[in-house]
């Protein structure tokens, strides 16, 4: 039996052929039956260069190709694989090279940087706002390719404490369970609807995509390509029935956006992806009303583990409101979350532990790298690597991330790798990345260095990050130290360190020297 995402948008051609499919700004770019009669086209044209299950990178900001693109790979039977724009050239290297990609897709902006990259394997980078671009377009389309559930589609790079980014493989499968989590928890979506995506269509926005598409929604693309508070104002004059992805962070800088005082046209504000502090939620509620949906997820299992839907943001008389607006929700219809100990045994309510996930939306495994994937998928259960308890109603709050993610506007800094880097200066003997909380980013990054001889220069250290990782993952302040604290088996203490960050700091030795 195929399946294949692909036919989402073939079946909304057929029944809304004129209803509008693709924006940018307020112009209308395209209606159903041309969005798809272009990526029958285009899938034709990558289907003639390419292989069934060959990958396909996209390095791009958000634009209308991202939408023509993602449907041409699967309508084509190859597997698209977005990645974080905002990633030094090295860091793009290596996922090109370790998916395999065979062809790599950029936005004028994005492209000079790609173009010279090193990948064996790779055979062109192809600028979308280019000849080159339009040239892949065949005359006439070509049939969905047939596409099993198990089958490959979305390559998502994450990282863990390894340093090294990791391919979380989705399947057709898990894009379908994510799209039916949508529909059962997260909104509907009526005739007229819009999506706005202001947040990166490499992560969730792209996600969202699906659902809008499924029921005839209007993919509305910045003309800016990312998220500005007073171009989302401007749109939702424009559009109507308007829902969006955002960061906590996007929607503290909404909320404070002075004057617009009319958000009738706004349906829906999603969020996720860091911590939403009670008080920023119920600022976002005066200012939209209950128009808020939280999700909790990550790469293994994307925007679907657990959901804080709109009718619990409203239950306002309900004697643990303020702690359900601390929690993230409760489990997404057909997936099963448990707090475990280290023996994976589940906890009782209020008992911290292990978030496990079992359900149609954790992915296959990480992309070749089945010991990585054996370990977390051991047992059936998907271990997040977060700590978290449940309460008696199934509402999980996160307590922790026992892999030490720092989340800053919503992009995942993993600190080993910022460690790697830092420790190649010559001036630098042990060094220790934490998150500390912050009202604007939601975690800040901090590292903690423990000097070789003489103290090494803050400029330094900032070129050092910026020659190698992208910028958002540069510490925002370096503290010098004696000695990092450490357990008995040698390992770094980070809660001693994130404890040090809390309150009037007294720090070991050394007063925080170089604040960047």
Known sequence: MSVNVAHLLARAAQAYPQRPALAQGARLLASYAELAARVGRLAAGLAARLQPNDRVGLV????????????????????????????????????????????????????????????????QVIDVDGPAYAGLFAPAPMPIAPRTANDAAWLFYTSGTTGRPKGVTLSMRNLMAALLNYFSDVDSIAPGDAIIHAAPMSHGSGFYMLPHVAHGGLNVVPESGGFDPAEIFALLKTHRGVTMFAAPTMVKRLVEHPGEADTSALKTI???????????????????????VQIYGQ???????????????????????????????????GVEVRVA???????????????????????????????????????????????????EDGFLTLKDRSKDVIISGGSNIYPREVEEVLLRHPAVSEVSVVGQADPEWGEIVIAFIVPRGHAPDSAELDTLCLDNIARFKRPKRYVMVDSLPKNNTGKVLKTRLRELLVGPATFPAHEPRYPS
């Open 60 to 123: 791009m900001k958000n634009c209308p190709a991202y939408v023509e693109l993602m449907f041409a790979c699967w309508h084509a039977g190859v597997v698209v694989v977005p990645i974080n724009a905002k990633l030094h050239p090295k860091e793009l290297e290596f996922i090109l090279a370790d998916s395999g990609a065979r062809l790599c897709f950029a936005t004028a902006d994005l492209y000079a940087a790609v173009a010279p990259l090193a990948v064996a394997g790779l055979e």
């Open 299 to 333: 790469g293994e299992s994307p925007m679907t583990i657990t959901c804080l839907d709109k009718a619990m943001h409203a239950d306002t008389a309900h004697p643990r409101y303020e702690q359900r607006l601390a929690s993230v929700g409760h489990a997404f219809t």
């Open 341 to 391: 100990d280290a023996d994976d045994r589940p906890l009782p309510a209020g008992e911290i532990g292990e978030i496990l996930v079992r359900g149609d939306t954790v992915m296959a495994g990480y992309w070749n790298n089945p010991g990585a994937s054996a370990e977390t998928l051991r047992n059936g259960w998907l271990h997040t690597g977060d700590v978290g308890s449940l309460d």
């Open 270 to 292: 999603i969020y996720g992806g860091g911590p939403m502090y009670v008080a920023d939620c119920k600022a976002a509620l005066r200012r939209f009303g209950f128009k808020l």
